[in-house]
């Protein structure tokens, strides 16, 4: 079994930061893609970013030069460091996890096998 629990959600001003967290338990978790996905009032879920165990990243567009995503193997957490919020930023963030070793070159949902709870994200103007 796969347990995800983000957390480091908050409210911000536009142009801010925040760090969300997601931690996992799960056997071989370091040889698993990892991914954080949002999902904004009204709207259908979206990948944000994913990486790798090879450490390889990929990004939305909308996200690019602002989010980064990491992990720490050692315990078991996802990372998604967001700079320069934006008001078109805020959503409920969800980590997400597949056990195989590659992400997908898109980061869909239904390619994802394991997902946390999330927490919520906003940003004011």
């Known amino acids: 079994q796969v347990h995800l629990v983000e957390s480091g959600g908050g409210s911000v001003q536009a142009g801010g930061s925040l760090r969300l967290s997601c931690a996992a338990s799960?056997?071989?978790?370091?040889?698993?893609?990892l991914a954080w996905f949002r999902q904004r009032p009204g709207k259908e879920r979206e990948g944000v970013a994913s990486?790798?165990?090879?450490?390889?990243?990929t990004y939305a567009d909308s996200v690019k030069d602002r989010f980064t995503v990491s992990k720490d193997n050692a315990k078991n957490t996802l990372f998604l460091q967001m700079n320069n919020l934006k008001p078109e930023d805020t959503a409920v963030f969800y980590c997400a996890a597949r056990d195989i070793d590659l992400c997908p070159k898109v980061t869909y949902d239904w390619a994802f096998n394991y997902w946390g709870q999330g927490t919520q994200v906003t940003v004011s103007s």
């Open positions: 799960a056997y071989g978790y370091r040889h698993y893609c």
């Open positions: 990486i790798d165990s090879y450490g390889i990243t």
